[in-house]
């Protein structure tokens, strides 16, 4: 068998010069010859009427003659060298055909069919989206058209609710009776179902009409349904008679000898507000919802209550500011299913003075002071702060009205738990409040004393503290600096007096104070949840655990320093997280602590 030679495969060279050079005989022969571009093959021409009649229509005479005719061009059609005329009418190119590939399948077109792909994508995805925001739109304006004509203007919520007892909400249009009917059966047709009136009603003219209905001796741990509409003396709302009300529901809270598992969620309302995570809030099916602060961003908070303008000014800005964060459709859709809790705090500047000085008038700091001076400091601090007064009317809360004023509660959440929700004011309880607490915590036998406040126990702000030296060039400038360096001094100086007066008048009632007592009494089981670093972190200290939550929208926020000694442990480091925190507390008496969200 003799050997065959492999046949060399063909290098890059020789293929570019076949390609190239046979392209441009190609292109060279259709510039010369026109036909090149013609339809040379194809299918025959179809024959019309006319031809097919002219056809049936020869002489028979004829048709032998034709026959062998064409039994002869059969023959020798594949033989003949003689051109041929051919009639077909659809063709196909091979020069055509090269060049359309070539356009299509060039790298530049392919770039230019795929952006035009992903530019269609894109306008599909835009149209898409857009079509959803019209949905929401249109149920939005369908929802805001049926609760104008319910006489609603924001809410329902529900708040203050406990084992037995319960609080529906609701601002109005106009002064009337908010009309309110709950059931433990959607139908509202069983021998639960009650129906109750509050007055909508406002303080002076310009407050918002504001209502809320308390419902009593109800079943711990169940599920009630509820519609509420107003009802004015003119007859323009007619109440729940003419069927336009709003319906939501609420789950009662366990008892305090209740057994079982039990869930709350907690959040910070920051700059960028709610975001898309509180949509998610009611699939956790918690028992209820806690604002660490207020409606408001924090700095929001502080620039209202620390500008200039009058207390009334203040007061209708930030009454503006809550009725805007009521106007979100998730929050308003969430309010409806599920009860809402705060914590609230005051950031306007001198609001921990203002408190320490009221309590110090009262005497409610354990300090003495004759009834002239008392009468006389006790009318110059009453009333409520513009930010606790408009929080009170446009929340499902109750704000005390005794001499301090304030809306801190203890909830009670089964056996195993119950929570203390703080009001203070630039992270200061007060006097009274601290009473409260301690005492309440030396009462408690739960297994967990859950204290729920804005201020931090562990951590503290990093504060910048370089300083840049200016040189200086002429015995002036060292002069004036100099002058400038004794007034520095006189102010740090004024400080640390101004700060040594408060000391000595806020005798109990930081947060220090509340960490003294826990460790020196050997209070167990406490675990503060805060929300000034709003990030999420987990520390365990002598004094109990601390949970910080975090926003429900990821934001920069300052740096805090962990300032626990070593005997504190640090589970989690502060990290900023879009979302929620849900803690339950479970029968078996495990507290389980659950961060939601993207981050």
């Known amino acids: 068998m003799s050997d065959q030679s492999e046949v060399p495969l063909p290098t890059m060279d020789e293929l570019t010069r076949l390609l190239f050079e046979g392209l441009k005989d190609t292109m060279e022969e259709a510039k010369r010859s026109e036909s090149l571009l013609g339809p040379l093959y194809g299918r025959p021409k179809q024959m019309t009427i006319e031809d097919l009649e002219e056809k049936l229509n020869e002489s028979s005479s004829d048709e032998e003659e034709e026959d062998d005719d064409d039994d002869d061009d059969g023959e020798d059609e594949g033989e ?11 063709g196909f190119n091979p020069l055509v055909h090269l060049g359309m590939y070539m356009k299509r399948n060039n790298p530049k077109n392919i770039a230019i069919r795929e952006k035009m792909r992903t530019d269609a994508i894109r306008m599909l995805q835009k149209r898409a989206s857009h079509s959803l925001r019209q949905l ?14 319910t006489g609603l203007s924001f809410g329902p ?33 069983d021998a639960s179902t009650m129906l109750q009136f509050g007055d909508c009603a406002s303080e002076r003219e310009g407050d918002p009409c504001v209502g809320s209905v308390k419902f009593e001796n109800l079943e711990s741990s169940s599920k009630y349904y509820y519609r509420c509409c107003l009802k004015s003396a003119d007859g323009a709302f007619p109440g729940l008679c003419a069927e336009k009300f709003t319906e939501g529901t609420f789950k009662t809270l366990p008892d305090s000898d209740e057994h079982g598992d039990a869930s709350f969620v907690l959040g910070n309302v920051g700059s960028a507000g709610f975001g898309e995570s509180i949509k998610s809030i009611a699939r956790t099916d918690p028992c209820m919802v806690v604002f660490l602060g207020s409606l408001l961003p924090p700095k ?4 209202i209550g620390d500008s200039p303008d009058s207390s009334k000014t203040r007061l209708n800005n930030f009454r503006k500011k809550i009725e805007h964060a009521w106007c979100s459709h998730d929050l308003a859709a969430l309010a409806q299913s599920v009860p809402f809790f705060a914590a609230f705090n005051d950031s306007t500047k001198g609001s921990d003075d203002n408190l ?21 400091k006790s009318s110059s601090v009453t009333g409520s702060s513009p930010a606790l007064k408009s929080f009170g009317e446009l929340f499902p809360t109750e704000l005390i009205r005794k001499p301090t004023r304030h809306v801190y509660r203890k909830i009670d959440f089964g056996i195993n738990c119950e929570i203390f929700l703080l009001d203070t004011r630039c992270g200061y309880l007060g006097a009274s409040q601290y009473k409260w607490l301690t005492g309440g915590l030396e009462a408690s036998s739960c297994m967990w004393k859950v204290i729920v406040c804005v201020p931090t126990a ?3 702000r990093e504060v910048d503290r370089t300083v840049e030296e200016v040189a200086a060039a002429t015995e002036e400038e060292l002069s004036q600096q100099a002058e400038a360096a004794k007034v520095i001094q006189e102010k740090a100086r004024q400080r640390e007096k101004s700060k040594e007066k408060k000391k000595k008048r806020k005798k109990k009632g930081s947060m220090a104070d509340v960490k003294a007592y826990i460790k020196d009494n050997n209070v167990g089981g406490v675990v503060f949840i805060t929300g000034e670093t709003r990030s999420n972190a987990v520390v365990k200290s002598e004094f109990g655990y601390e949970f910080c939550v975090g926003n429900f929208v990821t934001e920069q926020h300052p740096s805090f320093n962990f300032v626990g000694g070593e005997a504190n442990r640090v589970y989690m480091e502060t990290k900023d997280n879009d979302g929620f925190s849900k803690f339950t507390v479970k029968d078996n008496k495990a507290l389980v602590y659950e961060v939601y969200g993207k981050g």
Do not use: Q
């Open 356 to 376: 320490a000085a009221e309590e110090s008038a009262l005497g409610l700091d354990g300090s003495k002071s004759s009834s002239k001076k008392k009468s006389r």
């Open 157 to 189: 919520a529900v708040g203050m609710v406990s084992g037995s007892a319960a609080t529906v909400w609701a601002s109005t249009v106009r002064p009337g009776s908010l009309e309110v009917e709950i059931s433990r059966l959607p139908t509202f047709d």
């Open 136 to 149: 929401e739109v249109k149920d939005e304006i369908e929802e805001l058209s049926h609760k104008m004509m």
């Open 80 to 90: 003949s060298d003689e051109e041929i005329e051919f009639e077909y009418k659809y």
């Open 458 to 460: 562990l951590f503290e």
């Open 300 to 303: 929001l908070l502080t620039a």
